[in-house]
Nanobody, 125 residues
Framework: QVQLVESGGGLVQAGGSLRLSCAAS????????MGWFRQAPGKEREFVAA????????YYADSVKGRFTISSDNAKNTVTLQMNSLKPEDTAVYYC??????????????????WGQGTQVTVSS
């Protein structure tokens, strides 16, 4: 089993930055793929970014490409999401997720086996 705990959410003005962290405990997750998803009120959960087990391949939703950066540190069992140039439409609860094996589609939430509890990100205009 793997437990995921997100942190770093908060309130920021448009154009600002936030850094989300996801700490994994339990079984070492170096072999997992990791992803970030978000869900805004009244909307479905959507893919934000993902990183493969080696950290060499990253994937982004078009809406965040060029503004967000995902990275991992297997030695520290953490994955981070650096969010720059934030927009009000980025407001959502952000969830960290882990996959025990290589996803067929990194953007498909059903591929992921473990989820964190979420952290709120609010961007004011």
């Amino acid at each position: 089993q793997v437990q995921l705990v997100e942190s770093g959410g908060g309130l920021v003005q448009a154009g600002g930055s936030l850094r989300l962290s996801c700490a994994a405990s339990g079984r070492a997750f170096s072999s997992y793929a990791m992803g970030w998803f978000r869900q805004a009120p009244g909307k479905e959960r959507e893919f934000v970014a993902a990183i493969n087990w080696s950290g060499r391949s990253t994937y982004y939703a078009d809406s965040v490409k060029g503004r967000f950066t995902i990275s991992s540190d297997n030695a520290k069992n953490t994955v981070t999401l650096q969010m720059n140039s934030l927009k009000p439409e980025d407001t959502a609860v952000y969830y960290c997720a882990a996959d025990r094996s290589r996803p067929g589609d990194y953007s498909d939430s059903s591929e992921y086996d473990y989820w964190g509890q979420g952290t709120q990100v609010t961007v004011s205009s």
